[in-house]
């Protein structure tokens, strides 16, 4: 009988890792178009806030206005790092990756540029 009830809870717990393994895949694969055109589009929409941020700047540099598109820049640059499993599907193209890589570095001088204009 102890054997019996042993192999019972190997069994059972065998169908409790199956399990987990099949939500697993489709909490990922399920919907992945869908998930990818929606992580590019909120990548891109943070890319675009950045953008405004930075025009509003340089129309009108503020100590305030500066730290927005800072913060801004930051979360671009955060967004634009390669993706951890099981996220690497929700992440820009790496040749687009690295086109807005190029550009955050581009904005980060352009607003130490502008940090100079406050203070002088």
Not at 20 to 26: S, V, Y
Request: glycine share 2%; proline share 2%.
């Amino acid at each position: 009988m102890r054997a019996s009830s042993q192999i019972d809870q190997r069994a059972a717990r065998i169908s409790t890792n199956a399990r987990l393994r099949n939500l697993r895949k489709r909490a990922i694969g399920t919907d992945g178009e869908r998930d990818l055109k929606h992580a590019v589009e909120e990548i891109n929409a943070y890319i675009a806030i950045r953008d405004i941020l930075l025009t509003q700047a340089e129309e009108t540099t503020t100590s305030a206005n500066l730290r927005s598109v800072t913060v801004a820049n930051e979360l671009v640059e955060t967004c634009l790092r390669p993706a951890r499993p099981p996220y690497e599907a929700q992440c820009l193209r790496e040749s687009d990756a690295v086109r807005e890589r190029e550009r955050c570095a581009s904005v980060k001088l352009r607003i130490a540029e502008l940090r100079q204009c406050v203070i002088s």
